[in-house]
């Protein structure tokens, strides 16, 4: 699962919509990837984010030769 599929969009109250401005509160190591907790400076949302693993496979940048 992705987070758009997981997670809903934050809740604004009705006059108060801005850009969010994401700071790291914290953060850890699982499985699934890294899990940040940040909120916004302006605000003080919070939210909670999913850093994907990267699962990357070898790519030859050469040609074998010899």
């Known amino acids: 699962m992705t987070a ?3 997670l809903p ?3 604004v109250a ?3 919509r801005h850009e969010h401005a994401w700071v790291t509160a ?3 190591a ?3 990837g890294r899990i940040r907790y940040v909120r916004c ?3 003080g ?3 909670v984010d999913l850093e994907p693993r990267a699962v990357v496979v ?3 940048l050469t040609r074998p030769f010899g």
């Open 4 to 6: 758009p599929e997981t």
């Open 9 to 11: 969009h934050p809740v």
């Open 14 to 16: 009705p006059g108060s």
């Open 26 to 28: 914290s953060s850890h």
């Open 30 to 32: 699982t499985s699934e």
């Open 41 to 43: 400076v302006d605000c």
């Open 45 to 47: 949302a919070h939210r």
């Open 58 to 60: 070898p790519e030859a």
